[in-house]
């Protein structure tokens, strides 16, 4: 997942991979689309892939889909309570649950949060907060 950002941080292979999966269907899509009203308007109603319209929004994940989220960061100052608290606002109160592991010298701490998630654009909010939090080095 490439990033505005001049810090780049890694995203879950599996949300990652869906994520770059659905931007690569949707593109193709809109080309498709593109190609076939292109076709139309040169009058052979066939667009020139071989592709009729395919849905622009498309997207691999079925929601509602259980999703962990998981940040990690150097564990001080209520490093938990700060991504449940940039989390859970998504959630519109929804259950969560939140488990936390330190890394073996003590000096990090990874959160992960499982929710369930109902939307792609929920969970680009929820990542885009992440990202935007300094203490949040990684998330997955």
């Not at 076709?39 to 319209?53: H, L, P, Q, T």
């Not at 100052?77 to 859970?88: N, T």
């Amino acid at each position: 997942m490439s990033t505005d950002n001049d810090k780049a941080r890694p995203v879950g292979a599996a949300v990652k991979a869906a994520v770059a999966k659905e931007r690569a269907a949707g593109e193709c899509a809109a080309a498709a689309v593109e190609s076939a009203a292109g076709a139309r308007a040169r009058g052979n109603g066939e667009a020139e892939s071989g592709v009729d319209d395919a849905p622009a929004s498309a997207t691999l994940i079925d929601f509602p889909a259980r999703i962990d989220v998981k940040a990690m960061g150097i564990d001080e100052d209520e490093f938990r309570q700060c991504v449940e608290g940039l989390v859970v606002p998504h959630l519109d109160g929804a259950d969560y649950r939140v488990s936390t592991q330190s890394s073996k010298g003590g000096k990090y701490l990874s959160v992960r949060v499982h929710i369930l998630a109902h939307s792609l654009d929920q969970l680009h909010a929820i990542y885009a907060d992440l990202k935007a939090e300094p203490r949040v080095l990684y998330i997955l």
